[in-house]
């Protein structure tokens, strides 16, 4: 008997017990769609935060003052005298530091906001991926002139002007003094790992000199753009001796400050997701066996209920391996059915879960990978055919006599 006529006939049995045939591909169909969606998703979720990392650049190191991990006794700040040695370095490029408070925002007809009011240079931009919706950003002439001059995020603008009013050229009180708007930025959206939505932006040294005068020269971060002849590794190094040398740090003794690599973190973050997408992949994979146990049930049922026609099939002449293999592609047949309306099934799902994401805030675009799909529905093919073995030496070891007298 050739594949084709037991194919056929496999699909004739099937649709003999229409119900019961679904019912059991029911398990293979939801396993199958699950791991499909749950991977998709998972795949989606991780290039959307990596490439949000990876917008901050990989060729970028960050410092902050404070020890994250260790105790340290007297630790020292940031100062713009730190950020001007380190722009000093080869390795490094360009710098951008800054120097945030929480400062209340207002502008005559509308309700003051408390919003995070950041003091940048003119390098912020680029160095930090943003960029600009209307107007202009700091220049260098504002920072020497301590020019009381404002760039404000998207959201920003919507609380502090109506939507026909132009922004730029108009002015908000910050912290109670007058500034004039001279740009604003685009929307990075709810979804970006730093947002710069509700921000407000002011040259460093107007921070430092009027608004944000807890202590002199005082900076919350510096960003630096690595030269690219450096590696990040060579350039963090280096910002990291500088440091503890400005600083006093004896050998042995923890840094008062920290360093991040982008690079290290987007590194972190893919092998995270990674695992998180096969512990995904993993837990709906339970389902298909489920499904498989179903299939096994099924098929053992379908063995005692023509145990006669397996009789008289023997009794004609067919050979054990001939018994095996048509209840084995009959497993196969019913897996592999359940398996393509699962991949149907799993792609609507994936985008389901991704249309919700999106209402709540958190765009995302699940990545459905040729390769998953077709490994999920061979997968599915040899759940059938594992799980339909027993099955199937069950029927070829009945005996012909014993099988026709069965009733």
């Avoid at 699950?34 to 490439?51: E, W």
């Amino acid at each position: 008997m050739n594949l084709g006529t037991l194919i056929h006939e496999a699909i004739t049995n099937l649709l003999s017990n229409k119900v019961r045939s679904l019912l059991t591909m029911l398990g293979i169909f939801i396993g199958v769609g699950a791991v499909i969606a749950m991977m998709s998703v998972g795949l989606g979720a991780k290039k959307s935060i990596t490439d949000q990392m990876s917008a901050l650049g990989a060729d970028t190191l960050y410092i902050s003052p404070g020890n994250f991990t260790q105790t340290v006794r007297n630790p020292g700040t940031l100062t713009n005298e730190d950020a001007n040695a380190i722009a000093a370095l080869d390795c490094i490029d360009n710098i951008s530091p800054t120097s945030s408070a929480q400062l209340t925002v207002s502008r005559a007809g509308k309700q003051s906001s408390t919003l995070t009011v950041t003091g940048v240079f003119p390098t912020y931009l680029t160095i930090e991926n943003y960029s600009l919706a209307e107007g202009r950003f700091i220049t260098q002439a504002d920072l020497d002139n301590n020019a009381m001059v404002t760039v404000i995020g998207s959201d920003t603008r919507d609380l502090m002007f109506e939507t026909y009013e132009e922004a730029v050229g108009n002015t908000v009180r910050i912290g109670g003094q007058p500034y004039e708007v001279v740009g604003v930025l685009k929307s990075k959206g709810d979804a970006s790992m730093i947002s710069s939505d509700r921000g407000v932006y002011v040259p460093l040294t107007t921070a430092q000199n009027r608004l944000i005068t807890r202590q002199k020269h005082a900076l919350d971060q510096i960003a630096m753009k690595i030269n690219p002849a450096y590696s990040a590794e060579a350039a963090e190094a280096a910002v990291t001796a500088l440091m503890r040398d400005r600083h006093d740090i004896l050998s042995g003794e923890p840094d008062d400050f920290s360093i991040f690599n982008m690079q290290e973190i987007v590194d972190t973050m893919n092998s995270v997701m990674n695992s998180f997408v096969i512990f995904l992949g993993s837990v709906a994979g339970i389902s298909l066996l489920v499904g498989g146990i179903g299939i096994m049930n099924i098929m053992l049922v379908t063995v005692t209920e023509r145990t006669k026609e397996i009789g008289l099939r023997k009794a004609l002449g067919a050979k054990n391996r001939d018994i095996q293999l048509q209840f084995l592609v009959e497993s196969s047949v019913l897996s592999l059915i359940g398996g393509i309306f699962g991949i149907i099934f799993g792609y609507v799902l994936a985008y389901a879960v991704a249309a919700i994401a999106a209402n709540a805030g958190s765009p995302m675009t699940p990545e459905i990978n040729p390769l998953i799909i077709l490994g999920t529905c061979l997968f599915s093919i040899l759940t059938g055919l594992f799980f339909g073995i027993y099955p199937a030496n069950r029927a070829a070891k009945l005996e012909p006599v014993i099988a026709l007298r069965t009733e």
